[in-house]
């Protein structure tokens, strides 16, 4: 696969970039960056800081990847960004390298970030995930594989989002979305299983069936959560990779889990 860099486009010496990447006009590659091969970036585009990109990557016009954090703490020193194959970065997207020296905001691969998304600084991105136009994470925010983040929604600082999980257009996540679930709302709320997005997984009728008893127990019995998660580590089916995952995931839960809705 031949280079194809336009006349007008900037790379910067000390760039990287592998077989068969496209820069288009007045693209701009930085010096600290890494292209992987058959990555394509369209006119306008910016890719700069510490950052690696994998195979196959697509930005496009006038996105921003590798810019500096817009955290405060912000001391110097070179934290990077590390991306991994098949992204899709449309429009106006911004994804910003971490704070500290040495730090990296990570994102995984086979992702689709639509128009005018923003990921921060210090933030853990798995692969599979979409996130309509205008979504908006915060700094140090972890979102696990297979997620759907509905146009505009936003996720406060540090809080954590579970795989499977969707996040509903317009909410406000300030609390850890467990995975399988929908939130929605402004503080978002727990408001169903996300069915459609698990049968497009290919999940079971006995895994949906799991996932329905995982919700009614923590969202529909009345349970405070301490007796919610102590009833599903008990019961007959604790040891499903759906009742582990969400054990899992609440043990580790600093934010606490999303309260459930009317």
Excluded: W
Aim: proline residues 3%; glycine residues 14%.
């Amino acid at each position: 696969m031949p280079t194809i860099i336009h006349p007008t486009a900037i790379i910067e010496p000390g760039a990287q970039l592998g077989a068969g990447v496209e820069v288009g006009a007045f693209g701009f590659v930085g010096r600290g960056v890494t292209l992987g091969a058959g990555t394509r970036l369209h006119h306008h585009a910016s890719v700069e800081g510490n950052t690696i990109l994998g195979e196959g990557c697509e930005v496009f016009p006038y996105a921003c990847i590798g810019g500096k954090t817009q955290d405060l703490k912000f001391k110097g020193g070179n934290p990077g960004l590390r991306i991994g194959a098949r992204n899709v970065f449309r429009e106006y997207v911004t994804v910003h390298c971490a704070t500290n020296d040495g730090d990296h905001t990570v994102v995984g691969s086979d992702n689709v970030l639509l128009g005018a998304c923003h990921v921060a600084h210090d933030c853990v991105i798995g692969s599979h995930i979409v996130m309509s136009n205008g979504a908006m994470i915060a700094g140090h925010v972890t979102i696990e594989d297979h997620v759907v983040i509905g146009g505009y929604g936003g996720i406060h600082q540090f809080c954590r989002v579970g795989a499977y999980a969707m996040l509903s257009a317009t909410a406000k996540l300030v609390h850890d979305l467990p995975p399988f679930f929908i939130a929605d709302g402004t503080p978002a709320e727990v408001r169903a299983i996300n069915r459609v997005g698990l049968e497009r997984n290919g999940f079971s009728s006995e895994q949906l069936d799991r996932v329905k008893q995982l919700y009614r127990v923590l969202y529909r019995e009345g349970l405070n959560r301490t007796q919610a998660l102590e009833k599903l580590a008990e019961h007959a089916q604790a040891g499903s990779e759906e009742f582990r995952r969400i054990l899992r995931f609440a043990q580790s839960s600093e934010r606490g889990l999303a309260p459930g809705g009317r």
